[in-house]
C-alpha cells in the first residue's frame, strides 16, 4: 500500500507539472497549448484511472491485511481516502 500511495502522489505531482507547463505555453506558445493540454490530460488522467482502479483491486483483495497490522492502519485509512476522493 505504501508504493501504490507514492506512485499515486507522484501522478498528481506530474498532472500539476503539466498545469504549470499548459499556463507557459499558454502565455508564449498560445497555438499549442491546447493540443498539450488535450494529451496531458488524456495520458496523465488515464494514468490516474488506472492506478485508481488497480488501488481498488489491491485494497479490496482477500490478500489485503493491513487493517489487522497495528503499524499500517494509518496507510490502510489514506489509502481508503485516496480511492474515494481520487474517483470525485
Not at 506558445?29 to 493540454?37: D, E, K, L, R, T
Not at 496531458?40 to 482502479?53: E, H, K, Y
Not at 489491491?58 to 497490522?69: A, M, P, T, V
Amino acid at each position: 500500500m505504501e508504493k501504490w500511495i507514492v506512485v499515486y502522489f507522484i501522478i498528481l505531482g506530474a498532472r500539476t507539472a503539466a498545469n504549470f507547463i499548459r499556463i507557459l505555453m499558454l502565455i508564449n506558445f498560445n497555438s499549442y497549448a491546447n493540443v498539450f493540454g488535450v494529451i496531458s490530460f488524456v495520458v496523465i488522467d488515464g494514468a490516474i484511472l488506472g492506478w485508481l482502479i488497480y488501488g481498488n483491486i489491491l485494497f479490496y483483495s482477500k490478500e489485503n491485511n493491513c487493517n489487522l497490522i497495528e503499524d499500517s492502519k494509518e496507510l490502510y485509512d489514506m489509502m481508503l481516502i485516496l480511492i474515494i476522493f481520487g474517483y470525485f
